[in-house]
């Protein structure tokens, strides 16, 4: 097992995933991926989102470089592709998500970007398995498991957390912005992640930058201590329908 399987460990005993937490490294150079244990290379191109998806589902450690993405939003997001014009003027968007190119262009001009040129792959990796220390850890779950991510990151600094997203391109949102604010960000699995990397209609993703994740973890062993947990006690009442229909029963002569 990897170096990271306490830390998973920890993490599901207060959150009870589905899926595995997934360890995310981003590159420099493609030729580090040959010092990666247990890596699977991809067959076929794909999309990066997918990686996620057989990290998260089969626990199997991806790599993938710029060469193997075809998603362009991915690649220009990650700076793994350079931006061009028709991206730029809003061409992805309007029409689709945008009735005109200004706010297509709106839109475009808002989607966190890395530099282009400084990555050139990607990993990613169950984090019970990872070899390599990654600089995000991704979690997909229910509202009431991200809520729980959510308390815990607030247990020492108070008050509240906001989340930006246009609701596409989900790599933008979970590598990109996290990479830049260096902080934790909530997101919509995109259409991209839901038709081909296996989202669920009541997912969320949380990305914890791997400075965090200590005090985030400590915030949500102290709440759940305090009595804030997963899954939610539900609270149990009498039920008056039985309650009824005994009474009832009750002053039946029975044979």
Known sequence: MGNFEELSNKINKYLRLSTFPVGVKLLENTEELNTIKFLKNPEKKLAICQIFSYARYYGWTMGCTKEDNLCPLAGISLGLEESYRLFEEGAFF????????????????????????????????????????????????????????????????????????????????????????????????CLGDRRFGMALDSDLIASIPIELIDEILEGIEKTHKAGTRYPIPYQISTPEFFMKLKEQLDKVEKN
């Open 94 to 189: 309007v029409g689709r998500y945008n009735e005109t190119k200004e706010a297509a262009i709106k839109t475009t001009t808002s989607m966190p970007k890395l530099p282009f040129g400084k990555f050139s792959a990607i990993l990613a990796g169950a984090l019970h398995r990872i070899d390599f220390t990654p600089d995000l850890i991704l979690i997909w779950g229910n509202s009431a498991q991200i809520m729980r991510i959510i308390q815990g990151y607030l247990w020492k600094k108070g008050g509240r957390v906001s989340m930006s997203t246009f609701c596409d391109g989900v790599c933008a949102d979970t590598i990109s912005n996290a990479l830049i604010t260096k902080d934790l960000q909530i997101a919509f699995p």
